[in-house]
């Protein structure tokens, strides 16, 4: 996952996975280029999850010694952390204030006037169970807390982009509340697969109209272009969606990973664009020329 988007005011990602390995690589990038800068860090994360990641920020040379003796982190669990702040079916402002609030305020102590880097994933549990709205509730309470606190925030969800339930359900409401969503560890694959896939349904002529209804969202640059498009058919095509997501998944599964990392600036110098997004990208900047 590129980290570019921790340079944005108030940064809230989301990063959908399917593959605990390939999470906790980004976490640990994401945590150790904080602790390079001298960032502390907030982790709520259930005890596997946790695990990994410390494995991972070991490996890149941030073992648990190092980080313990700068005091750079603060480990918390996710199920037990959402028992101090739930209030039945919902989060509670003043426990959450209370609870999240106060690790940021203990870390502020020791680091005035640095920003915290904070991976959390309650927001994944809750979905686990089923519990969307409280999810949501929670993300807003995060955004709420960024105008008393300088933070970055990653959140995890473990989701299957090419589920329609989980595209309808849940990802249009992790996309409207993050500044950046990364819905595949290889956006480059995804965004071919999913060009692929609403070209052979669909034709290039409406896999164009897709990426144009889209357009609006594609220009916020906060979503990938792929993300908007499936989530779009999901919820205005329920007849061709599956057949749009099924396909999808499938040329993801078979392409072969992208030798160059996503979000890299090599990737963006060398990486072409499928080609029905291109067309309509062309389309809109001559447009933009003409007017």
Same mark, same amino acid.
């Given at each position: ?24 690589e980004s976490v640990a990038a994401y945590f150790a280029a904080g602790f390079d ?97 409280a999810a949501a509730a929670l993300e807003k309470l995060w955004n709420r807390l ?60 409406? +896999? ?6 889209? &357009?609006? #969202?594609?220009?916020?640059? !906060?979503? =990938?272009? /792929? ?27 078979? +392409? ?6 996503? &979000?890299? #600036?090599?990737?963006?110098? !060398?990486? =072409?664009? /499928? ?17």
């Amino acid at each position: 996952m590129s980290l570019t988007w921790t340079e944005a005011p108030a940064a809230h990602a989301a990063q959908i996975y399917t593959e605990s390995d390939e999470l906790a690589e980004s976490v640990a990038a994401y945590f150790a280029a904080g602790f390079d800068e001298g960032e502390p860090a907030i982790l709520v994360a259930t005890a596997t999850h946790t695990s990994l990641v410390l494995e991972r920020l070991a490996a890149s040379g941030w073992d648990a010694k190092r980080i313990d003796a700068r005091e750079l982190l603060v480990r918390a669990d996710a199920d037990a952390t959402l028992e101090q702040i739930m209030d039945g079916p919902l989060p509670a402002d003043p426990a959450f204030e209370r609870v999240i609030g106060g690790q940021f305020d203990e870390l502020a102590t020791r680091f005035p006037e640095t920003r915290v880097r904070v991976y959390g994933e309650m927001v994944d549990v809750l979905c686990q169970r089923g519990q969307q709205n409280a999810a949501a509730a929670l993300e807003k309470l995060w955004n709420r807390l960024a105008h008393t606190r300088r933070f970055a925030l990653l959140c995890g969800y473990r989701l299957d982009v090419f589920d329609r339930q989980a595209q309808v359900e849940t990802l249009r409401s992790v996309c409207d509340l993050h500044t950046h969503v990364e819905p595949s560890a290889d956006t480059d694959r995804l965004a071919h697969a999913v060009d692929d896939a609403l070209v052979g349904v669909l034709g290039a002529q409406g +896999a164009g109209q897709v990426y144009s209804l889209v &357009g609006a #969202e594609i220009r916020e640059r !906060r979503v =990938p272009p /792929p993300q908007l498009a499936l989530m779009w058919v999901s919820e205005n095509m329920p007849m061709n969606a599956e057949r749009i997501l099924t396909a999808a998944r499938t040329r993801y599964r078979d +392409a072969p990973a992208s030798t160059t990392p996503a &979000g890299t #600036e090599d990737a963006v110098a !060398r990486r =072409p664009e /499928p080609d029905a997004l291109r067309a309509i990208l062309r389309k809109a900047t001559r447009t933009r020329r003409l007017s």
